[in-house]
């Protein structure tokens, strides 16, 4: 399962407002892609609906999220967090399965 820090429920909130979505009907699809300088990315959009059946769908913290059945593997006690620092601006994926992360935090390698 993904975990959803307060601070990032609050900007996915005020994202999928903004975008037109709706936070209590409405999902965050987060998954795993080729790419990326480590050689995973990760890929975070909104979605009105559940797109295919074995998708992984649960709540936390009043977000829904899916997460495909592949992903959903390299995903598992991932944190979502929002960082709004110094260092940037953005969401941050917090995955202890991750080895080796680059500099921007955008890909991994397991």
């Known amino acids: 399962m993904i975990k959803v820090s307060d601070h990032a429920k609050k900007k996915v909130i005020e994202l999928m407002t903004d975008d037109g979505y709706d936070p209590s009907t409405d999902y965050v699809r987060v998954g795993v892609?080729?790419?990326?300088c480590s050689g995973l990315s990760y890929d975070l959009k909104f979605d009105k609906e559940q797109a295919a059946?074995?998708?992984?769908v649960f709540e936390v913290n009043d977000i829904k999220?899916?997460?495909d059945k592949k992903?959903?593997?390299?995903?598992i006690g991932t944190t979502l967090e929002y960082s709004g620092g110094l260092n940037g601006t953005g969401f941050v994926f917090n995955n202890p399965n991750a080895n080796?992360?680059?500099g921007c935090g955008e890909s991994f390698s397991l």
């Open 33 to 36: 892609k080729s790419g990326g």
């Open 100 to 102: 080796r992360t680059c």
């Open 53 to 56: 059946e074995d998708d992984k």
């Open 65 to 67: 999220i899916i997460v």
């Open 71 to 75: 992903s959903f593997l390299y995903l």
